[in-house]
């Protein structure tokens, strides 16, 4: 069985600090990792694929198999970061068609 | 290019009654999951269609059943209605079965 932990509920920042979201997965075999983000009063987005390797409004994650995780970063945090941010599994490189999220990390940016 | 269309928006039944739920996936998307969201228990995978064939599905009692149609959408039934079936229901669209796009949702309350 997979699972994916994130281990903050609450994560608050300054403007222009940088910020680390943290994913943890557990999951034996070859996995497929996500970020999504839900601004508020939207609906859940896509940010970034691991597998894609790119920067997404300025953020990175990269996908640590030995340690297990795929953390979010951003060097310098804005305002309309704030949002909430799932981590999400999907197992057996995505070919399980399921989603396995964590409980999700609300981000606040204060000015 | 339209997204993910989910109706209705909003439904408040009664314990003990049904309900359908609607997903229009983006246009050629031939794969569709549907996720519950709720505070205490995050977001949960319920069951995934592809091609009008279920390729997987979450723990989630036989009330929950879906379907998807030749043209790629897909309902979602939960018959019986529990108090504790009230949650955002969530669909989400892909080509191929990753990397999904979400729609709005639709928040079901059961009294």
């Given at each position: 069985?997979?699972r994916v932990?994130?281990?903050?509920?609450?994560?608050?920042?300054?403007?222009?600090?940088?910020?680390?979201?943290?994913?943890?997965?557990?999951?034996?075999?070859?996995?497929?990792?996500?970020?999504y983000?839900?601004?508020?009063?939207?609906?859940?987005?896509?940010?970034?694929?691991?597998?894609?390797?790119?920067?997404?409004k300025?953020?990175?994650?990269?996908?640590?198999k030995?340690e297990?995780?795929?953390?979010?970063?951003?060097?310098?945090?804005?305002?309309?970061?704030?949002?909430?941010?799932?981590?999400?599994?999907?197992?057996?490189?995505?070919?399980n068609?399921?989603?396995?999220?964590?409980?999700?990390?609300?981000?606040?940016?204060?000015? | 290019?339209?997204g993910?269309?989910?109706?209705?928006?909003?439904?408040?039944?009664t314990?003990?009654?049904?309900v359908?739920?609607s997903?229009?996936?983006i246009?050629?998307?031939?794969?569709?999951s549907?996720?519950?969201?709720?505070?205490?228990?995050?977001?949960?995978?319920?069951?995934?269609?592809?091609?009008?064939?279920?390729?997987?599905?979450?723990?989630?009692?036989?009330?929950?059943?879906?379907?998807?149609?030749?043209?790629?959408?897909?309902e979602?039934?939960?018959?019986?209605?529990?108090?504790?079936?009230s949650?955002?229901?969530?669909?989400?669209s892909?080509?191929?079965?990753?990397?999904?796009?979400?729609?709005?949702?639709?928040?079901?309350?059961?009294?």
């Amino acid at each position: 069985a997979q699972r994916v932990t994130q281990p903050e509920k609450l994560l608050s920042v300054f403007k222009g600090a940088p910020v680390e979201l943290k994913c943890n997965y557990s999951y034996s075999g070859s996995p497929e990792l996500f970020w999504y983000v839900q601004y508020s009063r939207q609906r859940l987005q896509l940010l970034l694929r691991h597998i894609s390797r790119e920067s997404i409004k300025g953020f990175t994650a990269d996908l640590n198999k030995g340690e297990t995780s795929f953390h979010l970063k951003k060097p310098f945090a804005q305002e309309e970061d704030s949002a909430m941010y799932y981590c999400a599994l999907s197992a057996n490189g995505g070919s399980n068609y399921k989603l396995t999220f964590g409980k999700g990390t609300l981000l606040t940016v204060n000015p | 290019k339209a997204g993910v269309t989910q109706t209705p928006r909003y439904l408040i039944k009664t314990r003990g009654q049904q309900v359908t739920l609607s997903c229009s996936p983006i246009s050629g998307h031939r794969s569709v999951s549907w996720y519950q969201q709720t505070p205490g228990q995050g977001l949960q995978f319920l069951f995934e269609y592809f091609s009008e064939t279920q390729r997987n599905k979450g723990n989630f009692p036989g009330r929950f059943s879906g379907r998807q149609f030749s043209n790629s959408r897909s309902e979602m039934n939960v018959s019986t209605l529990e108090l504790g079936d009230s949650a955002l229901y969530l669909c989400a669209s892909s080509p191929e079965g990753a990397g999904y796009t979400f729609g709005s949702g639709t928040r079901l309350t059961v009294v």
